[in-house]
C-alpha cells in the first residue's frame, strides 16, 4: 500500500497572533511553529497503522520553504517513510492542491490523506480540490479507516448517527477526531528522521486565483463582572443586555 499525506505547519496555539502590511500578512516574529494536529494525530498515524498492519510506504507531502523542514523531520521522526516539500509559498487553496495534485498523478498512491483542515485558516478546502484534479473518489471527515485488499470501508460522524462509506482505491480523504490517536516520536524515530529523505521539488507554475484582502483580530476580552449571589435581576439584565445570550 502506498500512501501520501498531505501536511503542513501552524503556529502553535500559545503563539501571540499579529498582522503586518496593513492587516494583509500574518507576522511570523517569535511565532513557534508546530505540525498542524489534525494532519499529525489523525492523517498520518492512521497511515502509518495501516501500513504497519498490511506493508507499504508512508509518504508526506508539504508545500512550503526550508522554514517548514523542522516540522517536516517531525512526521518523519514519528514514522513516515519519506518526505516531500514542494519549494512555493503556499498562497492559496488552489496554488497547494495544485502542486499535491502534480506531484501525485504519476506516483500510483493508492490512499491521499489530508487532516480535516488546518488549526490556523480552518479552510478544510485542499482535499476535494485533489481529489477533482485526479479525478478520483473523496471522503470529508472521516473519523474511522479500514482497508481490505482495494476496498476501503470508512465512518463519518453525522446528525444523529454514523455515515458508512465503501469506496476503491485510488482516493482522497480528509481525516477527523477518532481516525487515530497521537503519537509522540521516541529517540530512535527522531535520529531516524535525521537521515530519510525529504525531497525538494520545484513547483509548477499556478496563477493565484485568490487573495487575503484583511484580517481581522477578535475584539478584546473584557473584564470578569463579579455580582452578589443574590443579585439575581441584574445578572439576567448583563445576561440579556450585554452577554445576549438570552
Known amino acids: 500500500m502506498k500512501l501520501l499525506v498531505c ?15 496593513n492587516n494583509t500578512k500574518f507576522d511570523e516574529d517569535g511565532v513557534q511553529y508546530i505540525l498542524n494536529p ?4 489523525y492523517a498520518l498515524v492512521r497511515a502509518l497503522e495501516l501500513v504497519e498492519a498490511q506493508g507499504g510506504s508512508v509518504t508526506t507531502i508539504t508545500v512550503g ?9 517531525k512526521a518523519l521522526a514519528i514514522g513516515a517513510n519519506d518526505a516531500v516539500r ?23 498512491f493508492d490512499i491521499i490523506l489530508t487532516g480535516k483542515e ?24 472521516a ?28 482516493f482522497v480523504l480528509s481525516a477527523a477526531k477518532g481516525m487515530a490517536e497521537q503519537r509522540i516520536p521516541n529517540m ?5 528522521a535525521r537521515t530519510k529523505p ?25 473584564g470578569c463582572k463579579y455580582l452578589e449571589p443574590e443579585n439575581m435581576d441584574e445578572l439576567v439584565e448583563l445576561l440579556h443586555n450585554e452577554a445576549k445570550v438570552i
Open 7 to 21: 501536511i503542513s505547519k501552524v503556529p502553535d496555539t500559545t503563539s501571540k497572533i499579529n498582522f503586518v502590511e
Open 38 to 41: 489534525y494532519d499529525e494525530w
Open 65 to 73: 520553504s526550508a522554514s517548514d523542514d523542522p516540522t517536516i523531520r
Open 86 to 108: 514542494i519549494d512555493a509559498v503556499p498562497s492559496d487553496p488552489y496554488f497547494v492542491a495544485k502542486q499535491i495534485a502534480e506531484y501525485a498523478k504519476n506516483e500510483d
Open 118 to 141: 488546518t488549526i490556523n485558516y480552518n479552510g478544510a478546502q485542499i482535499g476535494g480540490m485533489i481529489a477533482e484534479m485526479l479525478n478520483t473518489p473523496f471522503v470529508s471527515l
Open 143 to 170: 473519523t474511522k479507516l479500514d482497508v481490505q485488499n482495494n476496498v476501503a470501508t470508512l465512518e463519518r460522524d453525522v446528525k444523529g448517527g454514523v455515515e458508512v462509506v465503501e469506496v476503491n482505491t485510488p
Open 188 to 192: 530512535r524515530g527522531i535520529m531516524a
Open 198 to 222: 525529504l525531497n525538494v521539488i520545484n513547483p509548477t507554475e499556478q496563477e493565484l486565483l485568490s487573495s487575503v484582502v484583511q484580517f481581522e483580530l477578535p475584539d478584546a476580552k473584557s
